[in-house]
């Protein structure tokens, strides 16, 4: 099958200009380099949908006022924006659906400051407090052109709760075309709501708790499965209604966040049948999660739809057009999608072979496996491009790609890497080359780049950081440790209590690997990380002198009991499930203070051999910013030199309006890097 290229989709609106995205040959020998603006930020484009007869793609445009919401008609060639979401008043367009071929859905978002004891909250603005904010979220519907708007949740109407509670799609019900499932905020709690599109007129479904997150139905649309939060929105409990009616829980994850605690259960929406739901979840009898559908009034396994023995799945896929599970998805390497629809898998597996290897492949949301189709891609070099397929001819059209101006050629390239561990252990990892190198290029000024959570995992794809610090010339290595997610529950399990220690020694077998290989230079190698990430490279710049030289850690654990004090205290106390989890995760600071303590960076300040930049954000709710200043203390306490940025208001999370921090994060770290390690390598001068 031939890609064809679409033409410019977008020709009626001005978008933002690509000129001055990508930095320009300077008249030194220095190479032309990507701009760090082409990793974070927001993308172009984004959220793109396609309606069920394939004529209409609706997607979010972003320009320097804020998000447009647009409509392009692919049988005029001719785009609109039909509505706008401005930045300087902090919204933005969070989601967009089709309703039919003549209505969308779509989600509107607002970035708030939340102002502590008190019941309202205030816009955010240039001179925030440091008290956190949040996103509050509303939904609309309207016709095509813009008109015949409706609210699907007025907040007016309701009193007495928190202003900053979020209204959200639960259920957009593609064989519905009249009406979506809405979860509202409420007086006497969360509820869900069946919703007109056309009137707003709604039907109350069910009633949760002030912590209901979200409901899942059965194919009766009976709320069956239900999600609620706990410690402080860190915590997920999902219940099922039992036979009785009454909720029943089935599990419950803790974590930074809920970022870790490897979750063995999670339900993923509607069932073929009543009573049912699907689910990803691991059984007794596996290792790895699996895909299933689940009995809720028997609370029991009813149907194995999708395992595997090495990969833990990720998800399914329905179809646009009757939710209808199709198939399975997984993160191996790469994302890999096994069709169950055998009219899906002969078109899905003839656009997998138009798109190639190194890209994954999704279905998005809309059209119909009897029309047409929309996919994207995103890979190293590919931030994001959506294609049309029609299934008649079987053809694959470019529609549009994530981000203007980017220049491939200036884009790092990706491969996998395979090394063993000491004890034997096979192992991998992600080996980001520079722009011009391959794998039989040596001596590579290198980064060394492992993970958050550690519950958590890389994955195949474009990536802000090793993306960013590649594209400057430097080898980035990811390894996929022991402790990280994804493979199966014995390999989450076997990181428990070892930070700083198995886990560590996994990360630096990798970088020996790379020394042996000859694809690193030993003299310029250096470690870096964000989160958990952040936590190894603080403990290698005390313990892995001899690997490493200099160390980046960002938004780190420098004090592993300190942090669980502050569990304690923010989480519920000793009895809480997350601080068990943590006292299990990273060890029992009662029983095991003198081993903590032997791995944490801040009581070995004095050990540092190298130089070490150290980044934190000032509103971090996840690992709070006293981790990193409180390693700056004992830096200076030990009078070892430092670098230190705190960036006023930005949190924990690589999100898009946190574009202009993120690039701080970048930049410093490649200036950081240039001076440890040298400059970024440059491909030979052509004869």
Not at 137 to 147: E, I, M, N, Q
Not at 257 to 285: K, Y
Not at 516 to 545: P, Q
């Amino acid at each position: 099958m031939r890609v064809k290229q679409l033409g410019a989709a977008f020709a009626a609106l001005s978008i933002m200009a690509s000129a001055g995205s990508l930095a320009a040959a300077p008249a030194s020998a220095e190479p032309a380099r990507a701009d760090v603006s082409l990793f974070v930020g927001y993308d172009t484009f984004r959220a793109a949908t396609l309606s069920p007869d394939g004529r209409y793609v609706a997607g979010v445009l972003r320009d320097a006022e804020g998000d447009l919401l647009i409509i392009h008609d692919r049988t005029t060639k001719t785009t609109r924006p039909i509505q706008r979401a401005r930045a300087d008043q902090n919204l933005e367009l969070a989601s967009v659906q089709f309703k039919g071929n003549d209505r969308l859905v779509f989600g509107l978002q607002q970035k708030f400051e939340i102002v502590q004891g008190k019941s309202t909250i205030t816009r955010v603005k240039d001179e925030d407090s440091d008290e956190g904010f949040s996103f509050v979220s509303r939904v609309y519907a309207s016709k095509l052109d813009g008109t015949g708007l409706v609210s699907l949740y007025d907040p007016a109407l309701e009193q007495g709760f928190p202003r900053w509670l979020s209204a959200g799609i639960d259920n957009i019900l593609p064989d519905d075309p009249d009406h979506v499932l809405i979860r509202t905020p409420s007086t006497g709690g969360t509820q869900l709501r069946k919703v007109d599109i056309r009137t707003g007129k709604y039907t109350l479904v069910e009633t949760g708790s002030s912590k209901t997150i979200s409901w899942l139905v059965d194919s009766n649309l009976k709320p069956v499965m239900r999600v609620d939060s706990v410690a402080s929105g860190r915590g997920r409990v999902w219940s099922r209604r039992d036979a009785s009616g009454k909720w029943a829980e089935v599990a419950r994850y803790m974590g930074a966040d809920n970022a870790n605690s490897g979750a063995d259960f999670e339900g993923l929406g509607r069932g073929p049948r009543p009573d049912t739901v699907i689910v990803r979840a691991r059984t007794e009898s596996r290792d790895t999660v699996g895909l299933y559908v689940y009995n809720t009034s028997a609370g029991k396994y009813e149907e194995e739809l999708y395992t595997n023995d090495k990969w833990d799945v990720s998800g399914v896929i329905r179809s646009p057009s009757t939710a209808a599970s199709i198939g399975a998805c997984f993160l191996e390497y790469k994302v890999k999608c096994i069709p169950s629809d055998e009219k899906f898998a002969s078109h899905w597996l003839a656009i997998e072979e138009a798109v190639g290897p190194d890209s994954n492949l999704r279905l998005e949301s809309g059209g119909s496996l009897d029309g047409f189709l929309m996919v994207s891609t995103d890979g190293p070099k590919d931030p994001g491009t959506f294609y049309i397929y029609d299934t008649k001819t079987r053809s694959l059209e470019v529609f549009q790609t994530a981000r203007a101006g980017l220049d491939t050629s200036l884009m790092p390239s990706a491969t996998i890497m395979d090394y063993t561990a000491k004890d034997g252990t096979e192992m991998w990892g992600y080996l980001w080359l520079p722009p011009g190198a391959t794998v039989e290029t040596r001596n590579l000024p290198t980064i060394v780049l492992p993970h958050g959570g550690p519950e958590s995992r890389d994955a195949w794809g474009f990536d802000p950081l090793a993306g960013y610090w590649a594209a400057q010339g430097y080898a980035v290595f990811q390894p996929h440790f022991r402790g990280g997610a994804g493979s199966g529950r014995g390999w989450v399990e076997a990181g428990h209590g070892q930070w700083g220690q198995l886990i560590q020694e996994d990360i630096n077998d990798g970088t020996r690997a790379l020394i042996s290989k000859g694809i690193a230079d030993a003299n310029r190698i250096c470690i870096a990380g964000w989160s958990h990430g952040g936590y190894v490279a603080f403990t290698a710049s005390y313990r892995d002198t001899e690997l490493y030289k200099c160390s980046l850690a960002g938004a780190g654990v420098s004090d592993l009991r300190d942090m669980q004090s502050w569990v304690r205290k923010e989480q519920g106390g000793t009895q809480s499930t997350s601080y068990k989890y943590w006292a299990e995760a990273i060890g029992d600071p009662n029983a095991d203070a003198a081993k903590l303590d032997k791995y944490s960076a801040r009581r070995h300040a004095a050990e540092v051999g190298m130089p070490l930049l150290i980044v934190h954000g000032e509103l971090d709710y996840t690992v709070p910013v006293e981790q990193s200043r409180d390693m700056v203390t004992a830096m200076k306490k030990a009078n070892k030199p430092y670098e230190y940025v705190e960036i006023k208001d930005m949190d924990h999370y690589l999100r898009p309006d946190q574009g202009d921090d993120w690039k701080q994060v970048l930049t410093k770290g490649k200036a950081f890097f240039d001076t440890h390690i040298g400059p970024g390598w440059t491909p030979p001068a052509t004869p």
